[in-house]
């Protein structure tokens, strides 16, 4: 009957994969649920395969009639329940919001010394950008499990409205501290944002062609970073460090009303409407407990990464409680999860093969490139004695390979159908970036240095569309928020164990090498001197600066990137 069927099709949006393991059908690998194909593979290196005809579809509808015909005729075979005039309405939104939100996150880079100057509160820095990485990164996993309660469309409009009236407190703010609470604020709108924006994109684009629209958010994302750290420092030195936050307001506030008209008020699993749930009811289904230790405890943690050993001691009371504060969390966090109706991080995604395989390996790709591109700068100032601007100029070259690769994994997935093989290059090309760096030195040519930062930048590009799409095929469509911002999360942390863990590394380094190297009565002060600021190193005399001290830098860079082979490694043990 029509109600068998019904229910037979929503058992199968709870429970079942995209891509679906041999149910004894003869078929090898994994198929599409709930699409009009199949994919057949090994693991996850699907081929595409036409299994279902249109008119097989139709019949497994509730709805007849002429006015259902007449809405599939129209319906994009890439898109899910929406015509493609619609879809695009509300992607380029998507798109125009990821852009947003990248140029926004990577603002601080270039803009931060004008707002600590004027607040005069130059030893504040680094809670700028700290702040605004907690709250985006922390919220991610609840703002996936809320939207699955009250629809994606109200979580979406309130993260944008977020985003917008934090901008604005940005650029008003009159002091340090009301400045850096405008920033926490405002990465939580950002997360929202991005993850939210997401899981409507997995929402409406069937997963066979998920590469080619993930394309485009990739190059939204490497324009906006770009356009972040190229032009906010150029607007803060022409208009004005506030300028850079209020040129932001008239396009994020056009965009929230024009989202308010074409975001479906129908999108994902809808709990509480479909349930018949009242407010406190559907709050009751939420897993507060989880979500708050979850936002404890990964706060923690980003803040023992983020300030032990560069901005406070290891041995400092805020490092040492954060830290506490996360194992305290870590341990009820996990028997929360593992009895939870609706896990605000289902313990599985982390357990079983091959989610926890692919969302892991994206923790250690991130990890190897943000090593890289964070110490590359570094290597150059004070190693090669390059200005600023010439070393920022190199890294844009990584810049490039990620968005350039980005685009056509996206494609190429889609054209092909497979996975895996992006998989497997990117993470080889992640190896052989990170044996190259730690072979440079102070003699190595400037073009060829370029080059040998396109590895890393191609590994990223290759790989994490790779893995953002085989994650979300490999996962049910009910769990499709909670899987995306579990992937977001783990990508998040790998970044600032990658900057950490390689600061760590070097600043240990170097001062084993600097002991070695550094001779004569000031060796102290010197060695003081050039860990403080690697502008100290052109100020000092000719021995010093050659054999005293650019050679310990060299070694300890090297050391710095051998460190993360190893997550180059583990990252591709994840996949093959």
Same mark, same amino acid.
């Given at each position: 009957s029509t109600l068998d069927r019904s229910s037979a099709a929503s058992d199968v949006y709870k429970r079942q994969p995209l891509l @679906?393991? %041999?149910?004894g059908d003869g078929f090898p690998g994994y198929d599409i649920a709930r699409a009009q194909s199949v994919i057949s593979t090994d693991g996850i290196d699907p081929t595409i395969q036409a299994v279902m005809t249109p008119e097989d579809n139709r019949s497994s509808c509730t709805n007849h009639g002429a006015a259902a015909d007449n809405q599939e005729k129209e319906a994009h075979p890439h898109f899910i329940n929406v015509t493609q005039k619609e879809f695009w309405a509300v992607f380029s939104g998507i798109l125009f919001a990821w852009l947003i939100a990248m140029f926004d996150s990577t603002l601080m880079a270039s803009i931060h010394p004008a707002i600590t100057s004027h607040f005069n509160a130059a030893n504040s820095a680094a809670w700028l950008s700290t702040v605004f990485l907690l709250t985006s990164t922390a919220f991610q996993p609840v703002f996936g499990r809320i939207s699955d309660v009250f629809g994606r469309r109200p979580v979406y409009l309130f993260a944008v409205a977020v985003f917008f009236i934090t901008t604005a407190w940005c650029a008003t703010a009159q002091s340090i501290t009301s400045f850096i609470a405008a920033r926490a604020f405002c990465g939580l709108g950002a997360g929202g944002v991005v993850s939210a924006g997401m899981i409507i994109s997995s929402d409406l684009i069937r997963i066979e062609y998920r590469g080619m629209y993930q394309s485009y958010i990739n190059l939204c994302n490497g324009i906006g970073s770009s356009l972040g750290v190229a032009c906010g420092g150029y607007i803060a030195d022409t208009l004005g460090w506030r300028a850079a936050f209020g040129i932001q307001l008239p396009f994020i506030f056009v965009y929230l009303i024009i989202s308010y008209f074409v975001v479906p008020t129908s999108l994902g699993p809808e709990l509480a409407r479909n349930e018949g749930w009242t407010l406190v009811q559907a709050v009751k289904t939420l897993d507060i407990k989880g979500s708050f230790l979850l936002i404890t405890g990964v706060t923690s943690l980003l803040l023992t990464l983020n300030l032990g050993g560069s901005v406070l001691p290891w041995s400092h009371p805020v490092i040492i409680v954060s830290l506490l504060v996360f194992c305290v969390c870590l341990i009820p966090f996990l028997k929360i999860e593992a009895r939870a109706k609706r896990p605000v991080m289902p313990l599985p995604l982390l357990s079983t093969f091959p989610q926890a395989n692919l969302i892991l390996s994206n923790f250690f790709g991130t990890m190897v490139i943000n090593t890289i591109l964070f110490n590359m700068p570094l290597f150059f100032q004070a190693v090669k004695l390059e200005s600023l601007t010439s070393s920022g100029l190199r890294i844009l070259a990584s810049s490039l390979a990620i968005m350039a690769s980005s685009v056509f994994t996206g494609f190429f997935i889609t054209w092909s159908g497979r996975l895996k093989p992006m998989l497997i290059i990117g993470f080889v090309f992640f190896i052989i970036g990170c044996a190259v760096t730690s072979s440079m030195n102070r003699d190595t040519p400037g073009w060829l240095a370029i080059l040998f930062l396109l590895p890393s930048g191609f590994g990223q590009g290759f790989a994490m569309p790779a893995t953002l799409v085989s994650t979300l095929a490999v996962s049910p469509q009910a769990e499709q928020a909670v899987t995306t911002t579990t992937l977001s999360l783990f990508r998040n942390l790998g970044s600032v164990f990658g900057v950490s863990v390689s600061s760590w590394t070097l600043q240990n380094a170097l001062i084993y090498y600097l002991t070695q190297s550094v001779t004569g009565n000031d060796r102290q %002060?010197?060695?003081? @001197?050039? @860990?403080?600021?690697?502008?100290?190193? @052109?100020?000092?005399?000719?021995?010093?600066?050659?054999?005293?001290t650019l050679k310990p830098l060299h070694f300890a860079s090297c050391t710095a990137y051998t460190s993360c082979s190893s997550a180059a490694g583990l990252t591709s043990s994840d996949i093959l």
């Open positions: @679906r393991s %041999d149910g %002060d010197v060695i003081k @001197r050039v @860990r403080q600021s690697i502008t100290e190193i @052109r100020l000092l005399d000719p021995i010093h600066q050659s054999e005293g």
